[in-house]
């Protein structure tokens, strides 16, 4: 099995049970939402954490311009966040 759905078939069943337990009834979130939901939790609401895996998949998806512009407005934001 490739490692990609591997990670698919282990991940998917967590998104539905997302789906079901963290949001209102009537919802209808995306499988991106419940990610992002799991990837915040996961990383314990650490936004240094959040922002590095964020930059490391726009890494691995070949967006390197994007990861460059991101990586440089997050340090931007993290340099002045104190003065304001």
Do not use: Q
């Amino acid at each position: 099995m490739a490692l990609e759905t591997k990670i698919k078939s282990i991940i998917d069943p967590l998104i539905e049970e997302v789906k079901e337990t963290c949001f209102v009834e009537g919802a209808n979130p995306s499988d991106a939402e419940c990610f992002g939901l799991i990837m915040s939790k996961y990383m314990v609401w650490n936004c240094e954490n959040i922002v590095g895996a964020t930059l490391d998949a726009l890494e691995d998806s070949n967006y390197h311009s994007l990861n460059t512009a991101f990586k440089n407005t997050y340090n931007d934001w993290a340099n002045h966040r104190d003065l304001a």
